[in-house]
């Protein structure tokens, strides 16, 4: 079994940069439009992109989301994305820990993100469908839990929430009965704060509240719109020849919440948010955090970069930082607060998505604020 799951790390990240996983979705970032200010009496160098997350201060409001690990070839990813959020000042992710708390040798293509970033906002992963028993294994334990924060000395832990990607996996976990209960047991034990994180399917107001009440200090909505989880087990089981696997990674492909609609649907939880789910640039950027998000996560752009080399992924952070601070002169803001004040017009499918579920009067304050 072991076998199996670092396999499937080193299949993930071949899928993901030899093939287009993006989902395709009408109601996306081209909905969201931020008002120009012509007078912006704002110089560009002195915009401020700190933000504050879970009690740490960000030079930049941006997450190198969870990606990878768990096998040998990876590591060399991590230890570029890891120094690139040491000297970016970033939040940086790991990818699911299961390989490692299931194969301790595994441990050093994981814990390599703390030698190469010793002061930056790291984030541990494991997946809430491993939290209760599956068919033939046993659920992690708490001290399972500890065990990947401490594998990293992570400042908070990730659990993700990818159920649409057990569904289109062939060895994916099916029960789904008891995580909530199982997660709360992790947020009241694990010592560091949690996030939940969805992975591409987004999380909805209902599901918001359930995730507060269960103690989460945070949210990563995971919309849909950007690297599809589905599509990719949809390549891996065409490989395999398993054609129903391969069936339902491509009916599901667009399945979900778009990412902008998710923020404002989770954002009734009051807790930190970020948004990731095809951000792809400094203005999806801008665009989110006006909408209220916290920060943002950055997944495939981020390892293709990494899969290129350390300077390829300064040039990505560098060129994306300065379309984030566009946006802010544009719209006069001389820092995240300012533009999370600053007006936002929803228009197309988002607006008819918001306001049909219950948000016209927030959609009509955007555009007044
Ligand atoms: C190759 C690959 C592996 C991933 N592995 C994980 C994982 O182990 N744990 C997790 O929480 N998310 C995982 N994700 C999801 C990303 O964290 C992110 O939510 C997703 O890629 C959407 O962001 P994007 O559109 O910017 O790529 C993975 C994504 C990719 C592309």
Do not use: C
Not at 17 to 36: F, K, S, V, Y
Not at 127 to 143: M, N, R, V
């Amino acid at each position: 079994m072991s076998q199996d799951v670092t396999r499937r790390k080193i299949e993930h990240v071949t899928v993901a940069l030899g093939h287009d996983l993006t989902a395709p979705q009408a109601a996306a970032w081209g909905d969201i439009r931020l008002m120009h200010q012509a007078l912006p009496e704002v110089d560009l160098d002195e915009i401020d992109t700190g933000a504050d997350f879970l009690g740490h201060h960000l030079r930049a409001p941006i997450f190198i989301s969870s990606l990878t690990g768990g096998h040998a070839e990876v590591a060399v990813i991590n230890a570029r994305l890891a120094r690139a959020a040491e000297r970016f000042g970033l939040a940086m992710g790991v990818g699911s820990q299961r390989a490692a708390l299931v194969d301790p040798a595994l441990a050093a293509t994981y814990a390599v993100v703390r030698e190469q970033a010793p002061t930056a906002f790291l984030i541990a992963n494991i997946g809430a469908p491993q939290l209760i028993p599956q068919a033939h294994k046993a659920p992690f334990t708490l001290d399972d839990a500890r065990r990947a924060v401490a594998m990293i000395q992570a400042d908070a832990l990730a659990v993700h929430l990818n159920y649409l990607q057990e569904a289109a996996q062939p060895e994916g976990d099916r029960k789904a009965r008891g995580v909530l209960a199982a997660l709360g047991a992790i947020t009241a034990g694990v010592g560091v704060p949690v996030l939940a994180k969805e992975t591409g399917a987004g999380i909805s107001r209902e599901q918001a509240l359930k995730l507060r009440q269960a103690g989460v200090a945070a949210i990563d909505v995971g919309g849909a719109g950007g690297s599809s989880m589905a599509a990719m087990e949809a390549v891996r089981a065409a490989e395999r020849g398993d054609t129903q696997a391969h069936a339902v990674g491509e009916v599901y492909r667009d399945w979900g919440i778009p990412t902008p609609i998710s923020v404002v649907e989770a954002s009734v939880a009051e807790l930190p948010l970020i948004a990731t789910g095809g951000v792809r640039t400094g203005l999806d950027a801008a665009r989110a955090l006006a909408l209220g998000a916290t920060l943002v996560g950055v997944g495939f752009p981020m390892l293709k970069a990494a899969s290129q080399g350390d300077d390829a992924v300064d040039a990505f952070i560098t060129g994306f930082l300065n379309e984030l601070r566009v946006a802010l002169q544009l719209t006069g803001a001389a820092n995240l607060a300012a533009l999370r004040a600053a007006p936002v017009i929803i228009g197309g499918a988002t607006r008819d998505w918001l306001e049909l579920r219950g948000f016209a009067a927030q959609v009509r304050a955007f555009a007044r604020r």
